[in-house]
Each structure stands twice: as structure tokens, then as C-alpha cells.
């Protein structure tokens, strides 16, 4: 058994997901103290997680899903968003981007997470697509989480049957703000650091309204069936979401399935310091 001191960390991580950043209840210099927790910590937290899925299964995901089906998913996200030169760097990115979170991968995921938050939340995610406990009484259920340049989404994803809801959309459209221009050797422009420049109280908006838009995209044939579309959205939109509101989002969805480009509708809404006639004129296109 852990002494005291340590055990009541280990508890207290595996029901919040919080941590100690100087890890004081381990011995040692702060290097040491840091190899020690993230250890004990991680395998607490793969026990736990096994203790809780024993006897479950998720959702199978199916033969061949891999960077061709993610590319068919986020292209027209894509082309709708970048400039001609970059889009083939940012789609070789996010094809490979996806992890679906599994029984035979999970164990490894959470040892090799770099964040103990992250890790915790990828269990969590994990434990939902079983219908198993989650870890803690305020544990998130969530169906997909980014991270950098990895999307990691749940199985679940293979029986969702909202035709507006699709979660590795929703989670390769947070890669944007995730991810500097640079990593991708991508040239930073003045005032242009990420690959996409999105307010931070809008990233949930601009992920959802990428979500609904692109699920609209691909069952539209026409601009009429696109404004229609829209309409069914607005009317039907549901989002158990308190960071985003919902009235907002199928707005903005109704405004980019008016224009040719409703893409960049959604980014100059979504944009910090957006001038007050931008979408306007993008309306005008």
C-alpha cells in the first residue's frame, strides 16, 4: 500500500482528474518527484480504468477506416478554409490525425498521454463508449478530444445517427486553433501564429457550426437543399453544450449555407476582432 500522503493523491486524481503540479507527497528532487507521480498515477489510472470495463465492449470500428476516410470527411473543410497552397499541407495533417479510442489501444494511450488531465479525460471517453461508470461524479462524457494534431474520438462515432452531428469534423476543426502555422512548416505570418486565428470564447462555436455545416455540405445537392437543411438544423439543433449556445450556432449555420463559401462565414464570425461589416461582405460574395 502507498503511504497516506500518496494514496490520497492517487484518489484524489482518479476521481477529478486533478493533480499536484510540485508532486509534494512523493520523495526526491522535483525531477524525480515528477518520474514517480506520473508512474504511480498512470498506473492507478489503467487499473481503474480496467476495473470498471471489465465484462464491456464499445462500438466496432469498421475494416479499413484510416487516413482515406478521414481525408473524404475533412476536405471540404478544408479547401473551404485555406488558401489553394496550404490546403494539401493541412489535409496531409489531418488525415492522419484521427485515434479511435479502443480496448486494444487504450492502455497504451493513457501511459503515453503527456498530461495527466488529458489522460484522464481519454479514460473517461473511453469508459462512455461502453456505458461503464465514468471515473468521478463531474466527469465529462465526451465522444472526442483534441489535442495538438491528434483527434481522439469514440467508437461511438460508428452508431451516431444525427445526420448534423459528425465528432472527427467537429475535432479536426479544433486542430486549427491547436496548432501553430510553423509546426506544419508553414510560414507565421505578422498577427498569424495558428493555423487558424479563432477567438478562444468561439472555438466551440466554430467547431460546431464546422460540424453541422460540413454534415449539410454532403447531403445538399443544391443551394435550395442547403438553405432547407439549414432550416431542418435550426429546428432540430440540440446541444447539451453549456460553452456554446446553440440559437447561435444554427444562426451561423443558416448564414453559411446562403453563400457560395459558407466556410470562411463561419471563420470571420468565429475570429477575434472581427470588424462589424466583415460578414457583410462576405455575404455579398
Given amino acids: 500500500m502507498p503511504p497516506p500522503a500518496i494514496a490520497n493523491e492517487i484518489e484524489r486524481y482518479l476521481r477529478t482528474g486533478e493533480t499536484d503540479p510540485h508532486h509534494a507527497a512523493w520523495t526526491g528532487d522535483f525531477l524525480e518527484r515528477a518520474v514517480r507521480a506520473h508512474d504511480e498515477l ?5 487499473c481503474e480504468v480496467r476495473r470498471l470495463a471489465e465484462g464491456r465492449c464499445h462500438q466496432p470500428v469498421p475494416n479499413g477506416v484510416g ?35 479502443t480496448s486494444e489501444n487504450i492502455e497504451s494511450l493513457l501511459l503515453a498521454s503527456d498530461f495527466d488531465r488529458t489522460a ?17 461524479k463531474d466527469a465529462p462524457s465526451i465522444v472526442g478530444l483534441s489535442e495538438s494534431t491528434t483527434c481522439y474520438v469514440s467508437p461511438d462515432y460508428f452508431a451516431e445517427d444525427d445526420p448534423f452531428a459528425d465528432f472527427v469534423v467537429h475535432e479536426a476543426a479544433h486542430i486549427f486553433h491547436n496548432c501553430k502555422r510553423r ?3 508553414l510560414r507565421a505570418k505578422r498577427g498569424k501564429e495558428w493555423l487558424l486565428d479563432i477567438a478562444f470564447r468561439q472555438r466551440e462555436t466554430f467547431a460546431y457550426a464546422c460540424e453541422a455545416f460540413a454534415c449539410l455540405l454532403a447531403r445538399a445537392r443544391s443551394p435550395a437543399e ?7 438544423y435550426a429546428a432540430t439543433v440540440r446541444l447539451s453544450d453549456d460553452r456554446v449556445d446553440a440559437a ?14 459558407g466556410w470562411k462565414v463561419i471563420l470571420a464570425s468565429c475570429a477575434p476582432s472581427r470588424r462589424p461589416h466583415d460578414r457583410d461582405l462576405l455575404s455579398e460574395r
Fill in 42 to 46: 498512470r498506473a492507478a489510472l489503467v
Fill in 120 to 136: 484522464w479525460d481519454l479514460a473517461n471517453l473511453y469508459l462512455g463508449s461502453l456505458g461503464a461508470a465514468l471515473l468521478g
Fill in 248 to 261: 447561435e450556432v444554427a444562426h451561423l449555420v443558416s448564414e453559411a449555407a446562403s453563400v457560395r463559401n
Fill in 183 to 185: 509546426t506544419l512548416g
Fill in 67 to 101: 487516413p482515406e476516410f478521414t481525408r473524404g470527411k475533412v476536405e471540404p473543410m478544408v479547401r473551404g478554409l485555406f488558401p489553394r497552397a496550404e490546403q494539401d499541407i493541412v489535409l496531409a495533417t489531418l488525415e492522419g490525425s484521427v485515434v479511435y479510442v
Fill in 226 to 232: 442547403r438553405r432547407a437543411l439549414a432550416k431542418e
